[in-house]
């Protein structure tokens, strides 16, 4: 891609010709705009060095970390108003669902969308999970995990429809939690100039010590914004979500901007941006729809030959059917990312994950899980210090219990359980006893 005079580090998605916001959308525009060159190009002086330091991530070794981001969608809404814009706990757990299977190169259509061979090979696994967060930041439990709802008349705020400036002010700085623990989604319905917007990111920002260390401000870069907003009618695949952007890859999409990926194109309408990803074909434009429904090979005039540029990748602006991708470049800019950045190298196994937290170690207590990664048996081998009940539990990246299997007076011992049934992604294996608790992840592959 190629890179051009005004890139920026806050986007959003619109709907280009979408006048009424209730119809349905039928292109797609993200308000993540590239817009600040200094910012941005200091993020991408960050970026590259980083990567070519240790070229740490273009080995197997390094990018097999998996990390996991605890999420809460910050849901607005007015009551009895327009009751829609209050979704459901099943709208949002759909859409969790979506961002773990698109994140870990999970998604069912990938095969029917990603046909050609150099595509096949370059899409990655970018080894994010995401779990919907169990507890507030007072370490309450919450009644949905993942989920805070807030009524905007108990708040005293404007009535909804927002535009991004009332966003910016007032919802996120009202409504946030800490960014270093969370990774905050809010989900509302987008008003004034900004209707017809699907969502927007506010993009990651470099490690202090940097040059220069400003919190890309302009950019959308302050602490008390950080996150993805998301239009209540794209959110996940049931519910309100409106087709075409009823596959839950606007939050994909967004969240890519958000861990520091540009649009394919390089928001450019000419050869001559960049996204600054090398296993991403320089592309002219924008896409809309769906360029081919089997994957089939399109060219312009910076991509003259097969496989053509890459319409099925998450960061271009096809419609959710028919992007099923990311690549391995676009992984080690994400990796690189969650390895360094503030407000995204604290978020891996925060507290949020699980009410106890992942916890490795408790006196008294000796837990082993393997094999980790798992394809479905997991042995679960407990050792306790004395003659004890004990309990195994594992739970999904939703908060909900899949296995509780108790144990009665014992010294500890091996417990086997089959994950097999149940979709891949990550789970987390507690063992507990009288005195003790430990907490340990496991990836069901
Ligand atoms: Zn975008």
Redesign the pocket.
């Known amino acids: 891609m190629k890179f051009l005079t005004s890139l920026g580090l806050s ?1 959003a ?1 619109l709907a280009l010709t979408a006048q009424t916001p209730e119809t349905t959308a039928t292109r797609r525009k ?1 308000g ?1 705009v590239q817009q600040d060159v200094s910012q941005h190009q200091a993020f991408e002086a960050w970026m590259q060095a980083s990567l070519q330091k240790d070229n740490q991530f273009a080995n197997a070794k390094k990018a097999s970390v998996v990390y996991t981001i605890p999420i809460v969608f910050h849901i607005i809404h007015s009551g009895t108003t327009v009751p829609a814009r209050n979704i459901s706990q099943a709208q949002v757990n759909s859409q969790i669902v979506i961002l773990n299977n698109d994140y870990r190169k999970l998604n069912a259509d990938f095969s029917t969308y990603v046909t050609q061979s150099a595509f096949v090979s370059s899409a990655a696994d970018i080894q994010i999970n995401f779990c919907a967060a169990s507890v507030d930041p007072n370490g309450t439990a919450l009644a949905e995990p993942g989920i805070d709802r807030v009524n905007v008349t108990t708040k005293g705020w404007s009535a909804l429809p927002y535009a991004t400036s009332y966003i910016e002010s007032t919802v996120k700085p009202g409504t946030i939690w800490d960014p270093t623990k969370y990774y905050n989604v809010w989900v509302l319905q987008f008003g004034g100039s900004d209707v017809g917007t699907l969502g927007y990111a506010q993009f990651p920002t470099i490690p202090s010590g940097t040059s220069p260390v400003t919190d890309m401000v302009g950019q959308g870069g302050a602490a008390s914004t950080d996150g993805v907003v998301v239009d209540y009618r794209y959110v996940g695949n049931t519910g309100t979500a409106t087709a075409p952007y009823n596959k839950g890859r606007t939050l994909t ?2 969240t890519g ?1 958000w861990l520091g990926l540009w ?1 394919i194109w390089g928001d450019d309408n000419d050869c001559s941006g960049t996204d600054y990803v090398s296993d991403t074909p320089n592309q002219q434009v924008e896409n809309s729809s769906c360029p081919s429904t089997n994957g089939a090979v399109k060219t312009d005039a910076c991509a003259t030959v097969a496989p053509g540029f890459n319409y099925q990748n998450y ?1 271009d602006y096809s419609d959710d059917k028919c992007m099923a991708m990311f690549t391995a470049g676009q992984r080690d800019r994400m990796q690189a990312v969650m390895a360094n950045c503030i407000r995204r190298k604290t978020l891996n196994n925060a507290v949020a994950c699980v009410s106890v937290g992942i916890k490795e170690e408790a006196a008294g207590i000796l837990v082993d899980v393997f094999p980790n990664p798992t394809s479905g048996r997991v042995n679960i081998n407990v050792e306790l210090m004395d003659t004890q009940d004990f309990s195994v539990s594992v739970m999904n990246t939703l908060g909900q219990t899949v296995k509780d299997v108790k144990q009665t007076a014992s010294n500890g011992g091996l417990v086997t359980l089959d994950l097999s049934e149940h979709p891949q992604g990550v789970y987390f294996v507690t063992v507990k006893s009288k005195t003790a608790s430990v907490t340990k992840r496991v990836v069901l592959q």
């Open positions: 986007f998605c993200c993540t999409h967004e901007h649009h960061m």
